[in-house]
């Protein structure tokens, strides 16, 4: 088993149109101003060379949203491209590393709920003399 390649964490749950559906509190998406209701578009990686101009230039990454933010650089500021009330805007957001011990939904880590299970009594066999 070799050694994986940590994922970025920014503490959002997102549904399948990349609709924000929560920000954990006290995380990276809320710092960089994230909202519920949000539209992730994507991740801005800046200085992409422009192949017919050879000047560098900003554009949106490649892959699923999901898979743009599981390989945001851990610690360094990035571009986060999102659409709020129709209006495209674009955040600058510090990844980190995911905190443990989590849950993960579609490849987007969220805190795990507690959820209490009584445990279920069962009658002891009876002894048939």
């Known amino acids: 088993v070799g050694c994986e390649t940590p994922r970025a964490y920014i503490g959002v749950e997102l549904d399948e149109f990349n609709l924000v559906k929560k920000v954990v509190p006290d995380n990276p998406a809320q710092q960089a101003g994230i909202r519920p209701g ?31 933010i599981k390989t945001l650089p851990i610690g360094k ?28 939904f579609d490849g987007i880590w969220i805190p795990n709920k507690i959820v209490y299970y009584p445990r279920k009594k069962f009658p002891l066999l009876s002894h048939r003399n």
């Open 77 to 104: 500021p990035a571009s986060i491209i999102i659409l709020r009330n129709g209006q495209e805007l674009t955040l600058t957001i510090t990844a980190s590393h995911p905190p443990p011990p989590v849950a993960e």
């Open 38 to 68: 949000d539209i992730v578009l994507g991740i801005k990686k800046d200085k992409v060379e422009d192949t017919s101009s050879g000047d560098p230039k900003n554009s949106l990454g490649t892959g699923s949203v999901i898979e743009q």
